[in-house]
T-cell receptor
């Protein structure tokens, strides 16, 4: 199986909350990251969480980490059409990041 | 604008051509990376440079040749590529050991098409 797994698609209505889930395999990963990629652009770092934390909130973004289950989630509150993009989960291993395939978030008005 | 620039943004080349991709970071970071992003595949790490020294080469074919003359610049030299090498090539840099661990900042990428 893949090192980092994500569901490929998520569709939500504007104003709803979006929850993007991710599972990883390396229990020694110290940091876990969420990136956003808009069409024709590179990856933008959204947020990260240290492995000794359970939750991190940053404005509309909430990251939850369940280290026991190696499960990471990103919640976007009040989702807007501008949030439509591909969201990548990544785990840190040394100086490298291992990425999932990305979840395409589609927001309809 | 992330502070990482890449040129060119788009490149079309034949299989017998030689071309180079350029990446420059204005963030004072110590590590730089090349990734390949193909449709329906995870982002693939190609090369890692820490303080100008190559520390990782993920079994990349020799038709891809990286060069890191200083910690701000990174090149990817291309020669005799194959059509399956068509992809988005992303450059990233990292401060190494900052509060976010090894968070990476990406450039906009070069869209490469091999004909």
């Amino acid at each position: 199986g893949e090192d980092v797994e994500q569901s490929l698609f998520l569709s939500v209505r504007e104003g709803d909350s979006s929850v993007i889930n991710c599972t990883y395999t390396d229990s020694s990963s110290t940091y876990l990251y969420w990136y956003k990629q808009e069409p024709g652009a590179g990856l933008q770092l959204l947020t990260y969480i240290f492995s000794n934390m359970d939750m991190k909130q940053d404005q509309r973004l909430t990251v939850l980490l369940n280290k026991k289950d190696k499960h990471l989630s990103l919640r976007i509150a009040d989702t807007q059409t501008g949030d439509s993009a591909i969201y990548f989960c990544a785990e840190g291993r040394g100086t490298a990041l291992i990425f999932g395939k990305g979840t395409t978030l589609s927001v309809s008005s | 604008e992330t502070g990482v620039t890449q040129t060119p943004r788009h490149l079309v080349m034949g299989m017998t051509n030689k071309k180079s991709l350029k990446c420059e970071q204005h963030l004072g970071h110590n590590a730089m990376y090349w990734y390949k992003q193909s449709a329906k595949k995870p982002l693939e790490l190609m090369f890692v440079y820490n303080f100008k020294e190559q520390t990782e080469n993920n079994s990349v074919p020799s038709r891809f040749s990286p060069e890191c003359p200083n910690s701000s610049h990174l090149f990817l030299h291309l020669h005799t590529l194959q059509p399956e090498d068509s992809a988005l090539y992303l450059c990233a840099s990292s401060p190494l050991g900052s509060s976010g661990g090894y968070e990476q900042y990406f450039g906009p990428g070069t869209r490469l098409t091999v004909t």
